[in-house]
Structures are given as C-alpha cells and as structure tokens.
C-alpha cells in the first residue's frame, strides 16, 4: 500500500519530489503484484505490445526531467539514467517526439523463487530491463521486507564469529540429514590419531588419543599450505610438540583457525601438517586412510577459501559491498500496531545490478548467490576435504558461509543460490557404515553414477603440489562410493562399471592449448582417467557392449590404501582391434580433436567390413598426451555401441614409461592412447552386423 503524502518521512535532499512521492512512496512496487508477462495467444510470450507488461508500479516521466533529476544528483534518477537507458539516445529523445514522455515500471518477480530484488523496465525501446539484487543490514528497519543482507565486513569479530557458531549448533540440533551421516561421531573410535589442544590460546600442544580418550568434538582445518611448513610436526620434534606448541610462532593460518576453534566453544583442532608425522611413511598412510572419517565426524570444518597460504590467514576485514545505488526505503505500514497519521520508518537498500560489469560481480556472486571456492577450490586435496566434511564454515574473500550436507547460507541471513555450489554425494553414500546395495542401472544407481563422475570433473580441474597424489587425494571420496559403486577399485574407475568407466578424455581447450606429456614417473595406468593431467569429461552409455572384460587388477603401493596410489595395473578385455591412423586434426564443438582413418591392408575401411564414399565416417579421437601424436602403428578397440561406436585407440606398450607394468608372459599387451568414437548415423548398426563375425581377441591394456 502506497504511503500517503501526510505520512511520507521527510524527503533527503539526494532524492527528487516527484520520485520520493512516487516510486519510494510506492515502495518500489515490491508490495504490488509482481511484473510479469501475459501470454498472448497469437505473437508469443516475446513479441508482445508494451502494454501487456503487468505488475508493480508504473509512473510517466519525461526525458528532460528525468535528465535534470540525475544531473541534480537525484540517486533514483541517476541510477535509472546510468543502468536502465542508452543515455545518448535519450539525449536526443527525436523518436519521443510528439510526446516527451518515458514510462517505467518498478517492482519485483518473486513468482520466479529468486530472492527478493527489483526490476525496473522503461518505455520505447530505450534499453533492456534490468534487475538488481535488494540488500539491507540486519538490524535495519527494512529488513522485514528484503530478504537478502549486507556483507559483514570485519568477519573476525567476536559477534560474528558468534553468528557463525549460532549457524554451526542449527545444523547440529536441527539437520536431520547431517545427524543420520554421522550417528556415532562422539565415539572414542572415530577420534583422529592426534589432536591439538586449544585450551590455552597462547600455549598449545599435541595430543595422541587412544580408547582412554573421552570422546569430545574436534574442529578440522582444510587450507592451502602454499609451499614448505617448517612448522609441521616431526619424528624429531613430536615429543616437544606435545609438551608445548607456542602458538606465537605459527603462520597466520594456523593462529586464525586456533581463534575460531576456541569461538566455536571446541578444544580441540585437527591439520595435516600438525597431526600428521610428515616424515614418517608408516603413519602418513595410516592417517592418509583415515581422511574420510577425520572430515566427515569433526565437528565442523573451517575451509579457509579466501587463503592462498598458510602464511596469510583468514580473518581479515573483507572489503564492504560495491553497490550501483545506496537507497532509502519507506518502509510499508504493519498490518497492525501502527496507526493513520503515524510517520512510515525508513530503512536504507543496496541495489547491485547483476548485469552490471562496472561492479565487481564477486559482489553479487559470493555475497548471496553463489558458492565462492576461493584458493581451496583450486587444489585437488581440498575437494574431497569439501565434500567429506557433514559442515563447514567458509570463509571466502567476501563473506562467511555455513556448507553443510542439508543447505548452504551465508551467515548473517542472506539467500544462497545452491545451484551454485559443490557438487553433493548421493543420500546413499551418506550413511554411517552403510551396507548400501543399489540394483545396478536403477534411477538411483544412475544417479550415483552420475555425481561420482561430476565429481571426477571438478577434481580433474584442479592442481596438486605432488602430481603422484592424483590416487591418494582422491581415496577418502571413492571410500564414500565404494558401498555403492564396488567393491572392486581400480585406479579411479569400478569393477562393475568398467567398460563404460574407460570412456572418459582430456578436454584439450583450443589449438592454442600447451602441451600434455606423459608424466615423468609412473602413477597410474594409462587407462585410468589419473594417469593424465587437465580437465576431463566422459561418456555413459547404457547400449550394447561390443568387448568382455576377462581380468583386472592393480597393484598398491600400501595396502593400508587400498583406495590409493598404484605401481601397476592391467586389464584384460575380449575385444575386436582395427588397424587405424591419424588422418588430421579439425575443431569439433570447441575443442581439439583428430581425425581417425580405420585401415585394413592399405584399403580405408569402416570397422574392416563396409567402404562408403558417399557418406564419410564421422570419426574422433581425443588424444590423452601430445606425445603420441608421432605414432604411427595403433588399433581402435570398439567398447560400446549408443548411436555411435564408443572405443579406445591404443597401442603396443613398448616404451619404458609403460614397460614397468607390463604383466609377465604378455604376448599382446597395449596402453591407451585416445578415446574415439564412430558414427554413420543409422547405418551404424548395419556396419555392426557385418562386423559380427571378425574375430575378437584378447588384450592386455596397461
């Protein structure tokens, strides 16, 4: 209901008449009904008159007003002026004429389900409608109307740091899906091998638990070391360590995780550098096993986003938000309590134009709408210590949010986007010990299947300081899967979904791409997606299966990892080979690819059995590593058919690199080169019956 002239609070001097009396008294229309469109059966919802626009409010201005408003510095004018309208076409305002007059419409379309914001839309075509995300303050009086709120610049402070624990016990006590994932974390059995003890915040020192240990809860730290930790504990100064840790002498992060911790109400902290002897093999493995418990049972995880060293820290104030306009707002009249007459209360808006370039879109992007992974979204470590956790506190370079398995919200009380965020593990594989058994090509196995390899993506994008961690980084989140997925692991793919696991490649980007090599020292198969470096992709197909698996198996480095890094690893298929040769590189959907001629003898071929010159094979392969470009004897292995034939270009295994994997007694042993796929449209499946009867052979991919 708009606010009448009697009760209007004063005008600012920053503000018009016309505009305080209009659009500000109408509350920006944000109390109206929301704009929208209405159908119009004949043209289309995107061809309709202007006049179909409906919704908000709606007020006629002419051009040379609006202009001396915003030259006066009227904010509403000058924001209309600057983000809602070409202003040199409204200069020469020609095509107004006979009529000097504009009309905009100011209001908001929360039908859609986006947090509160405000759409402002203007007449003749004098540019397109805008929409600007709405913030106010906490304890400002417009708060009961916008729902997003402004950024805590000075994120260390104890009351934040309160809302941040408030936010944490919300979770504990009220989350239905974070308790089931973690039934018996307070259990003597689920406590990490060392602890830090927080109780004095001067004086620190390590713990060893054992099952004398009273259960209590524990904070866990995932953070960028950003090179060397001359602080991490030792064989030769453990002992020290655990009489006395002088918190004075640490790097930033570590002195800023010990303040939140002790924030939180919580005595202990659990790190890596810390807690971990890193100079002894034995208890790196034994902890490096346990990583999926030590996330997913701390009591929460600080995830110190915006760091991009150990040296630097978390806590600093963050920089205030960058808004197009700085708003008051009449706040509309309570339903009771507030009578006739009585002066409307005024609050004051942020609007931040999500369009706008001119603002910093980190602005809008990691306040209330989205997930900022900072420094720690980078490193391949990380992503697992994101997703084990049942909740974390991110502190990114612009706010301060709670993850957690049931939500993600930015502490304070601003919206959060979740579409956004990390991707999420299946319900399944959320169960404390589960026993999980997913009848295999079930909706709910696809779509665990599903979220295994959108994580695989987002992990292969990612860097690590030791390259040979590419297993061992990942081993906490296939142990998630494992119930699902397994039992049988293999460098990265599962037994029970081999064939179409081996469909993945390396996204190469465009020709101006550096080049991948094979890695210096051996870390995985060549088969696995672990053996390459970059961002991949893959493929699941569901059709028919044109080769067997007869064998497989790797070889651990330690036992105790059984998730983790390998020394070898074979497979042995039942498969058709084709001779084949590149035959050129093109551009295919914005990556680099090459073309695939298939030979038998020195005729071109189509799997050996049908030539067409009409119609050319639609043929690719996406080459794992640049060094193989120089080949020249390889064979396609068909794998599956969906469409089109799916399969895998290798080659004898006879350099040095692969040689050390070779199993003993293999006459016909090979190492992948390239993931191909051949397609003639409806002719694909002729050419697999004339194919049917080529003898298949057995292989031995390593």
């Known amino acids: 209901m708009t606010i009448t002239s009697m009760d209007l609070p004063s005008k600012p001097p920053s503000i018009c008449a016309s505009a305080w009396e209009g659009v500000f008294a109408a509350h920006f229309g944000l109390t109206s009904d929301p704009i929208g469109r209405d159908w119009h059966p004949r043209w289309g919802l995107n061809r309709l008159p202007r006049d179909e626009w409906t919704g908000g409010y709606s007020y006629t201005v002419s051009a040379s007003a609006l202009l001396k408003c915003a030259r006066t510095n009227c904010l509403w004018c000058g924001l209309l002026v600057k983000n809602c309208v070409n202003e040199d076409l409204l200069r020469r305002r020609s095509f107004l004429w006979p009529f000097d007059r504009i009309d905009v419409q100011v209001g908001t379309n929360t039908g859609s389900g986006k947090p509160l914001g405000l759409f402002i839309r203007l007449s003749h075509k004098l540019g397109d409608p805008q929409w600007f995300s709405m913030y106010t303050a906490e304890d400002d ?23 941040a624990k408030s936010c944490v016990e919300q979770c504990v006590h009220n989350h239905p899906r974070c308790q089931e994932a973690i039934p018996h974390a307070n259990e003597p059995a689920s406590l990490p091998t060392r602890l830090i003890d927080c109780s004095d915040s001067d004086c620190l020192r390590i713990l060893e638990t054992n099952s004398h240990t009273p259960p209590e809860p524990y904070v866990a730290i995932s953070y960028v070391w950003g090179g060397e930790q001359p602080h991490r504990t030792t064989m030769a100064n453990l002992a020290r360590y655990m009489v006395r840790l002088d918190n004075r002498d640490l790097p930033q992060t570590i002195r800023d995780a010990v303040r939140v911790t002790r924030a939180l109400g919580v005595r202990f902290l659990w790190m890596d550098s810390l807690c971990i002897i890193q100079d002894c093999k034995e208890d790196m493995y034994r902890e490096l096993a346990r990583m999926r418990d030590v996330y997913r049972y701390a009591y929460v995880t600080i995830d110190a986003a915006s760091s991009s060293s150990v040296k630097d820290g978390f806590l600093q104030d963050r920089r205030p938000l960058n808004a197009n306009a700085m708003l008051p707002f009449i706040c509309p009249r309570e339903p009771t309590g507030q009578s006739a007459g009585k002066t409307a209360r005024t609050g ?17 992007l990691t306040h209330g709408d989205g997930h900022d992974s900072g420094y720690t979204g980078g490193r391949g470590w990380c992503l697992q210590e994101a997703l084990l956790s049942t909740r974390s506190l991110v502190f990114t370079s612009e706010t301060l949010q709670l993850r957690c398995y049931t939500e993600t919200c930015n502490v304070g009380g601003a919206k959060h986007d979740d579409e956004r965020s990390l991707p999420r593990l299946p319900d399944a594989t959320l169960l404390h010990d589960a026993k999980v058994h997913v009848e295999r090509d079930s909706d709910e196995w696809k779509d665990i299947y599903s979220r295994w390899w959108n994580i695989i993506r987002d992990y292969s994008g990612r860097s690590l300081t030791n390259p040979s961690d590419k297993l061992t980084a990942f081993a906490g989140l296939a142990q998630m899967f494992a119930p699902a997925l397994g039992p049988d692991y293999l460098a990265g793919l599962w037994r029970s979904s081999l064939l179409t696991d081996l469909l993945w490649w390396r996204n190469r980007g465009t020709t101006n791409a550096s080049a991948v090599r094979h890695p210096e020292k051996y870390r995985a198969p060549s088969w696995s997606w672990a053996s390459v470096d970059g961002p991949l992709s893959s493929t699941s197909v569901s059709g028919r299966a044109l080769a067997e698996v007869v064998a497989c198996s790797v070889s651990l480095q330690s036992e105790i990892l059984p998730f983790g890094q390998v020394t070898g690893g074979s497979i042995v298929l039942r498969a058709m080979l084709f001779p084949c040769e ?3 590189f093109h551009r295919f959907e914005g990556r680099l690819t090459m073309s695939v001629k298939l030979m038998q003898g020195a005729e071109c071929t189509v799997l050996g059995g049908l030539q067409s010159r009409s119609l050319p094979p639609d043929t690719h392969a996406r080459i794992d590593c640049d060094d193989d470009l120089a080949l020249q004897q390889m064979w396609f292995v068909p794998l599956y058919h969906q469409i089109a034939v799916h399969g895998l270009v290798v080659t004898r295994a006879e350099s040095n690199t692969w040689e050390s994997a070779r199993s003993e007694g293999s006459n016909e042993t090979y190492r992948r080169v390239a993931y191909g796929n051949i397609s003639l449209g409806r002719f694909t499946s002729r050419i697999l019956d004339t194919v049917a009867p080529y003898p298949t052979s057995e292989i031995e991919l390593v």
């Open 141 to 163: 009086p417009a708060a009961r109307w916008i729902d997003r709120r402004t950024r805590l610049p000075n994120i260390g402070a104890p009351h934040v740091l309160a809302l």
């Open 348 to 364: 004051m808006v942020y609007l931040v134009n999500d369009g706008d370039n001119t603002v910093d879109q980190r602005d809008v």
């Open 582 to 584: 590149w035959a050129g």
